[in-house]
């Protein structure tokens, strides 16, 4: 996507609980002929991080390795003021926007995630600096890390989000390891479907 500034406004309203699913561009088959959905497949609209992997594969549990990343946090429990905080941070250190958008999730369980923090990923540890990027922003060079991760397709809601929950948690449990923590990582405008837009919820490995 061409213009920072549509982007941001448009990955803004994908945060947002209750976004209307814009009409599919595909037109509906024959009557009484089974729907041919189109299998997942993440649909790039801004670059990721260098050494970022492509999100995926869909629909299950996954291992995945991260590498060290530079970001800007915020504290907040709402989408929209978290990402207006960030994009002016970014706007005014002329920081180019990435995918995804993170976000730090805190629950006991499935069915009680919330956001506590939210984070704009930098294109490289060599971009910008790290501290104090403005009022309630701070810059921080991120670890390496590994996680369970879970990609899907479709509304970023608390049922798609538990359902991603408690497969990673099983497969916590199998393996016996622990999570460090969770996040969940948003990959697309409305300018792509809502049937299309990619989600990923990770657990941290300790």
């Not at 393996?175 to 837009?197: D, E, H, I, M, W």
């Amino acid at each position: 996507m061409k213009n920072p500034l549509r982007l941001a406004s448009c990955l803004l309203a994908t945060l947002l609980p209750g976004m209307a699913e814009p009409a599919s561009k595909n037109p509906p088959g024959k009557p009484g002929e089974p729907s041919k959905a189109a299998p997942p497949a993440y649909k790039e609209e801004s670059p990721l991080p260098k050494g970022w992997p492509q999100p995926g594969p869909f629909n299950q549990v996954a291992r995945k390795s991260y590498p060290a990343y530079r970001a800007a946090f915020t504290p907040d429990s709402s989408p929209n003021r978290g990402f207006r905080r960030l994009f002016k941070h970014i706007s005014r250190n002329k920081i180019p926007m990435t995918a995804p958008v993170e976000m730090k999730l805190d629950g006991p369980g499935p069915e009680s995630m919330d956001m506590e923090e939210m984070a704009f990923l930098y294109q490289s540890p060599a971009v910008g600096t790290a501290g104090a990027g403005g009022e309630l922003v701070e810059v921080r060079d991120m670890p390496a890390v590994d996680a369970l991760s879970y990609a899907w397709q479709g509304g970023r809601d608390k049922t798609s989000t538990a359902r991603a929950r408690q497969a990673i948690d099983a497969e916590l449990a199998r393996l016996n390891l622990k999570a460090a923590g969770y996040r969940l990582l948003g990959y697309n405008s409305p300018f792509v479907p809502r049937s299309r837009q990619t989600h990923e919820l990770q657990a941290i490995l300790r």
